[in-house]
């Protein structure tokens, strides 16, 4: 972690540099669906402009979502987590079935993403968890925290119920805008755990702020991963999920696609892989 002093030399740019990431763009074009999709995603761009979080509740149904389940079987399959105690994890399975390139170009989810940014977006990272009941414990992504990438929009799919007491993300309303030190932007300075504890302990009204990543098979969550948010590990259920991260501008990974999935999309939702300049496109 940064000393005081350290921090306080390079929390002007730090900060400059994140008001510059949350700028829009003016000359941003991009349009992904028609003028019924584009006035649903408006309410809901609002919505995620005050709060930072939108839940869509079974947004993937039907077929749709059982591709998904299946599709993601096979991503995680014999895949343990090398971090975190009963769970799987895949990080580079999108170009292994088109269910997941359908999810992840969904185009209300699009719009939605695109109103908020302002600007050209592209997937950068993406993961499928399976997390499997386990006894409670507090460590990592499973405490209070931000992402350490300033302004960046995750798309999470549950691909099972989730209930309100279950293995849930929990969400911090309002907490998106903040600008962080540099000291609170990085590494163990990101955990807001004890903060979340005193803040709760003062002003027991912050709980109505928490919101619960919970609902039926096929709900989305869009939410600003610079807000708080926690994971909870407990032993009531398991939870599946599909997760993909849009970044605007910095933070961007490799992310592999199959050249065919890519070809048969339309070229308004290539550009949204395309306009990562790591991403690789494979036969």
Known sequence: MSTPFLSLLKTPWQIAREYYHRRPDASFD???????????????????QRSGIVLL???????????LNAAFE?????????????ALLSEDFIAEDPAFVDAAVDEALLEVIAGYYGKKFAIARSNAVRLNPTPALRDGSY???????????????LLNEVRADGQRMQYLRGSHQRYYTHARAHSHGSR????????????????????????????AALFDANGLHSGNRNANGKRDTVTFCYVS?????????????VDALPAEKRRVLDFNPYAQFVD
């Open 30 to 48: 991009w349009s992904f669906g028609n003028e019924a999709i584009k006035a649903a995603a408006r309410a809901h761009v609002d919505e995620l």
């Open 57 to 67: 509740p079974a947004h993937f149904e039907g077929a749709r979502l059982e591709r």
């Open 74 to 86: 096979r991503a995680v399959a014999g895949k343990p987590d090398p971090h975190t105690p009963d």
């Open 143 to 157: 405490q209070w925290h931000h992402d350490t990438r300033g302004r960046q929009l995750h798309l999470m799919i």
């Open 192 to 219: 807001f755990e004890k903060d979340m504890r005193e803040a709760l302990e003062r002003d027991p009204s912050v709980r109505e702020r928490i919101v619960d990543v919970c609902g039926p098979a096929g709900t």
């Open 249 to 261: 501008y910095r933070h961007f990974k490799r992310v592999t696609y199959r050249r065919r999935h």
